[in-house]
């Protein structure tokens, strides 16, 4: 990097931020840099900023419970209501389209709207559903919960990544995604424990009442303690969101009190940013009110903006997938890993019934402990390493952070992904005891979850302003991929045999993952030749941080 365009910050690529003040010590730099009004989320008190995003992650550890409780109830389902393992795998498949679908058709109302909105309504929709599911009755029933469930619930995976991006710093990120990824997969995986303990204990309806309670009690928590995390001035203030000033350079001293002039200025006002570009700490203007709680649990806060503005992120996504690299390689692993999980999970709830295994309902919900404990482990060597990593590789990059800092750490967990795949194909295609499929089922949460975190904190962090577009088409690419794997799995294992296709997954994996190498050395230069298209992206988006909306 040029002395003159390490002077000048909006020449940098998107992504690239002053993480590290080497003239006072070291100390971080603010990023993205907060503004001096109380009420940004970016300037909450710990607590609040804790609270909201706990909040957010049990949001996610009920969706994902709901959506993944379902497989330890398909023996009793099987038995009770005559539905066949082809028509309840079809069932789940119809699911994972929906999950592909609920983000561009739901998330553009997390933008206008608000966050809050979203969390609420989504919650009473899928306590209805719960109930519905309790009472299912028909094959139509079945298909319909399945669809429904999943269509509301393919919010959860991009709306909390939303919520990191409006209250954290990049500096934290990397930690905070890894909570994320971490409750995810408490409900992901203890979900189905739970259940099988259920199912055999009251009774595979109970599942759902009990998933109705915990949405009836979530809804209660939502409405009176759940704020919202979207800020603009526009919104607080009736004003434009300032654009970046320019930094001082050594040779601009002379210019030091105009400078002071202006940020006096820009204090007083309530709007925009710290008075330090390079700031190290949160400057506020104590002057400005606070909200009342009344206000800061206001049901919807509107952005301005158009119809086509709102629609146009039901489809913009999908044009991001093209156009921006780091958009499509992200959704392409987050694909693949979320993918073959999903096969995992079908394959067990399929497989451990019938013999030599003959599983019941409560011993297949335990093949999930394994990957939860994995899952535990690695985030928790993965969220701090991220975050520490960055920090020292920005200290030797003269304090400058570049997004692909973080890829380097998913090095360390790509071995653990073809062990963990292949010892669970392999005992399952040769009948070798649980204990082996257990470990291998684990290796395999060991090697992903890290990977998974690291890449979406890698997106947020490259390009903030059109997260939730970004979040978007991982989604929809996650769950298409997912969709197409369950309805071909059947069919793939008897056509080529248990081990082939898990040889096949490895074999893909280790190539999808591995390219991750090409970003680590070419993404920077990826991101500069992509910085006017994200401009143009994020100028479209309903308020952001760093840019100005483009007129209609």
Known sequence: MSAASECDPEQWPPGTVKLEDLFRGGEIILQPRPTVDPNDPLNWAPWRKYLNFGLACMYVVFVFADINAVTPTWGPMNEQNGFSYELLNDSYAAGCAALAIG???????????????????????????????????????????????????????IIVQMTVADVFFVHQRGRMNSYYIWFLNIGGSLAPLAAGYITTGQGWRWVWWW???????????????????????????????????????????????????????????????????????????????????????????????????????????????FTIPAVF??????????????????????????????????QVGLMSLPPFIATSLSLLVAGPLSDWSILYLAKRNNGVYEPEMRLWVIAAFIPFIP???????????????????????????????????????????????????SMVTITVTRNIVATVFVFAIAPWIDGIGMKNVFVMLGVLMIIIICSVFVFIYCGKKIRVRTASRYRYYAGRQFDTRTFEELKD
């Open 329 to 362: 390689y992200i959704s392409l692993v987050y694909s693949i890993i979320n993918a073959t999980i999903t096969v995992m999970i079908t394959v067990l709830s399929e497989y451990l019934y019938e013999p030599p295994y003959n599983f019941n309902s409560a």
């Open 211 to 321: 998933m109705a309670i915990f949405f009836g009690i979530s809804f209660l928590i939502y409405a009176f303690m759940f704020e919202e995390t979207k800020y603009s001035s526009k919104v607080y203030h009736g004003t434009d969101p300032l654009a970046l000033p320019e930094p001082m350079s050594p040779d601009q001293q002379d210019t030091k009190d105009d400078s002071k002039t202006s940020d006096s200025k820009t204090v007083e006002t309530g709007v925009g940013p710290s008075t330090d570009i390079y700031s190290t700490a949160n400057e506020i203007d104590h002057t400005i009110p606070m909200r009342t709680y009344r206000q800061r649990l206001a049901l919807w806060s509107t952005s301005p903006g158009s119809f086509s503005k709102f629609a146009l992120h039901s489809y913009q996504p999908l044009v991001m997938f």
């Open 103 to 157: 983000g561009p058709l739901l998330i553009p109302f997390a933008l206008k709207y608000g966050r809050r909105p979203v969390y609420v309504f989504s919650t009473i929709a899928q306590f209805a559903i719960a109930i519905w599911t309790a009472k299912l009755q028909t094959v139509g029933d079945l298909v319909a919960v399945n669809t429904l469930n999943c269509l509301f619930g393919a919010l959860s995976e």
């Open 419 to 469: 062990a963990g795949l292949w010892m669970f194909g392999f005992g399952l295609a040769d009948s070798r005891p649980w204990p082996l499929l257990a470990i291998g089922y684990g290796l395999l949460s060991f090697g992903t979850a890290p990977i998974s975190s690291i890449s979406l904190t890698y997106l947020t962090d490259a390009y903030t302003d059109i997260v939730a577009d």
